[in-house]
């Protein structure tokens, strides 16, 4: 079964620190990965994806992930965190649903960027 | 690009009352457009699909009597909460993928319910 895991609920960092925000993830067959931001009472904003190519995948806001198949993970990472980056962070992978696809959510990472 | 709306974005009503929110896509043809609930500090947990001309296929344990979900064009879905009780009280979120788009969905900014 389709599955992502995120191991940490909150991480911490400093303003103008690198930031990670963990994901890992267990599918069969290609991986089609995803991170999305959601801001308090808002929907979610999507961030980047990863379907094929180049295991480091660009993004919004300066984000970046990286696609790693060894380790089955796909790690949000930032140079340099700002306060407004605070937000809570969504790994995703297409998944099997009743309808035949849709995206199954990591249960989300709280990301705190103090100034 | 792949602006997703809903309405309304908050709602409060009685016990036994029915409650319709929209998703739209406002920018795009969307071909499939999901309906997700989320409790407070959870995450994401989906509803239902929905295809434009068809029928929602629910996911397990979702009453379809009583979420009602109605794709009637390419831009529009509609999700009707049945004579609510305030458990059904949650924030609801809908998304939408690109007519010809790979894989990505883009969000509405969520409806909140609460039943009184």
């Known amino acids: 079964a389709q599955s992502v895991a995120q191991p940490e609920d909150q991480v911490n960092v400093a303003e103008g620190n690198p930031l990670t925000v963990k994901c890992t993830y267990s599918?069969?067959?290609?991986?089609?990965l995803f991170w999305y931001v959601q801001y308090p009472n808002r929907g979610l904003q999507f961030l980047l994806k990863?379907?094929?190519?180049?295991?480091l995948v660009k993004g919004s806001y300066g984000f970046e992930a990286e696609f790693n198949k060894s380790q089955t993970s796909f790690h949000l990472k930032k140079p340099s965190a700002l306060v407004s980056d605070s937000a809570l962070y969504f790994c995703a992978v297409r998944g099997l649903n009743q309808a035949g696809t849709a995206l199954i959510f990591g249960k989300g990472t709280t990301l705190s960027v103090s100034s | 690009g792949a602006v997703v709306s809903q309405h309304p974005s908050w709602v409060i009503c009685k016990s036994g009352t029915s409650v319709k929110i929209e998703c739209r896509s406002l920018d795009f043809q969307a071909t499939t457009m999901f309906w997700y609930r989320q409790f407070p500090k959870q995450s994401l947990m989906l509803m239902a699909t929905?295809?434009?001309?068809?029928?929602?296929?629910?996911e397990q344990g979702v009453e379809k009597d009583k979420f009602l979900i109605n794709h009637a064009s390419l831009t529009l879905s509609t999700l009707t909460v049945t004579s609510a009780h305030p458990e059904d009280s949650s924030f609801y979120i809908c998304?939408?993928?690109?007519?010809?788009?790979?894989?990505?969905?883009?969000f509405g900014p969520g409806t909140r319910l609460l039943v009184l």
């Open positions: 599918v069969s067959g290609n991986p089609y």
């Open positions: 990863y379907i094929t190519g180049d295991n």
């Open positions: 998304s939408a993928t690109r007519l010809a788009g790979v894989e990505t969905q883009y």
């Open positions: 929905s295809n434009e001309g068809s029928k929602a296929t629910y």
